[in-house]
Each structure stands twice: as structure tokens, then as C-alpha cells.
């Protein structure tokens, strides 16, 4: 019987509502289709479930392209939605490259089988807090893919539906529609009006309205458009044998400093605070500053930006929206 812990049944609901609740319904079959479609065993949820089903299985009889001997994978159940969809294009386009492998996918269905990083260890997990944030600096570049000119290799131009043709192939190509575009996360502010009758309800209006003018100032820039993770923090990189790597990449075309916001108000549960807080986000930003090329106040602006939009969703998905509104408040002080 599978047994799913209650905050995650919440966050699927709050987040989804109908379409939550059948997923919710129909996930032990979805569980038995995906078993059966690849030859896997042993499903055993990962502990921190969040907006999809993740688990660790053991494949029997791997299919092609599979091979044999490759041993525990990961196998990932969603909604069907634009997140997901991304999520496999972008996924495709990296090839394993800076991020784990993609071994199979269903669109439709919202199924993922992804490689295993092994050991596993999450970047939060290092104590170096100055090390962690040069790490994840690589990684983010390695990550990114500039607009103007990507190179598939020919397994990815076969997922992106270009089989056959010159692996050297502009993303402008790509099926646009299958990115999410940073400029649409930050129209859903106009949905917080909406729904506060102008206002924005327990979020402090100076500093939402501080980042709806700042980030159309921004885009209008059009500075380092990439494609990019999107949902770039300490628990979405992991240690393993090719190196540290990202996993949930949510494939978003935006200007790159904005990858940065995530990383800066992450890992949450484990951020110091009071005076020790300010001094890690400052010391953070010269290291950022360093490895990345950007400006002091062009990282404090996309970390105000990210943290109010975090906010947002979590008044908007039910889950909390305190946290990042005292981040937002801590960041703006900054500047």
C-alpha cells in the first residue's frame, strides 16, 4: 500500500487543486504503468516529496537505450503541465552535461526515468558556505546555454524532434513553446493584485512594487538572455562521479543573473541569522561578483526579485510565504 506523507498530499492539492487530487488518486497505477513500461523494482520514494512523486528503483530487464548493469535509477511522476514539459526539453538539450541524464521520458503522461547520481550528497550539505557558493557558481555556468548559439549533440537533436540534421543547431530552432519565459513568473505578480483588490495582502506593497518596476527595467535590458536551470539552490545540485550536477532543472529563458535568487535565500532551514546572515549574503555576492561577471546591485535586484515572487507563490500555493518575505526584507536593506 503506498503510503504518501500528509505536507506532500497538501502541497499537490493547494497547488493543483482537481487535478491534484486525481493525480493523488491515480498515482499507485501510474506507479504500476511506469513499473511496467521500463522493468523496475523496488520503487522507494525519496523522504522530501514535493510537487511531483520521486523514487529511487531498480531496473530488471533495462530496455534500449538502456544499459545493462546501470542499477538504481530514479523514476519521476508529475502533472502533465509546462514545468514538466520544460523540465524534459531542457533536460534533452543538456545531455548530461553539468546535470543528470535524461534515460527516457513520456510527455503526455508526465513520467521521467532519470540516472542516479551517486553518492548523492546535496550541496547543503558542506559546511564551507564560501566553498558551496564557488561550486555552485561553476555549475551554474556550465549549465547555461546562451540564446545566440547551442550545440546538440545528436542524441539531444533526436529528443528535440531534429534527428537527421547538423547537430550544430541554433536554439532559436527549438520549439519555443516547451520553455517557460522568466518575463511570465513575474506576471503572475498582476494575479497578487488581482487577488488583494490592488493590494498585496500580507506582502509589503513598497517592495512589490520596488520589484514590478525593477524587473520590467531589467528585461527591457535584455542583459545575458540563457537558457537556463531556473530553480538553481543547494538542493538542486549533487554530488557525483562526473562531478557536482543539477537534478529538476525547470528549463527557463530569462536573463542569467536571475539564477542566482534561488541560491541566495537557499538552504533556508540552515541559513544563520541576524548579523551572521547579512555578512554570508554579502560575502556571498563578492564571490558571485567574482565567478559570474555580474554587478553587486544587479545580484541584489534579481535576489529581491526572486525572493518577492517566492513570496507570491507561497500566498498563492498556500505554503508559506514568511520566510521569503523577511529575505526580501533583509536583501532590500542591503541596497
Known sequence: MLILPSDFISTITNTFGEDGKQFLANLPALIEEASARWGLTNI???PNLSYNF???ADLTSPPAPLLKGEGSIVLKLGIPRDELTSEIVALRLLNGEGACK???ADEEKGFLLLERLQPGEMLSTLEDDEEATRIAAEVMKRVWRPLNHVTLSPEGAKGLGYEG????LSLRMTSWSKFIQLRDWFEGLKRLRKMFGGGTGPLDEKLVGRVER???DLFAENHNPVLMH???HHFNILSSERGWLVIDPKGVIGP???EVGPLMMNPWEKLPGGSRLKSRIERRVDILREHLGFERERILEWSLAHAILSAWWGVEDKTGWEFSMRFAELIADLE
Open 44 to 46: 522507494q520514494p525519496i
Open 54 to 56: 520521486v523514487a529511487y
Open 102 to 104: 535524461l534515460i527516457d
Open 165 to 168: 540534421v547538423d547537430p550544430s
Open 214 to 216: 525593477s524587473v520590467k
Open 230 to 232: 531556473g530553480d538553481f
Open 256 to 258: 542569467a543573473c536571475y
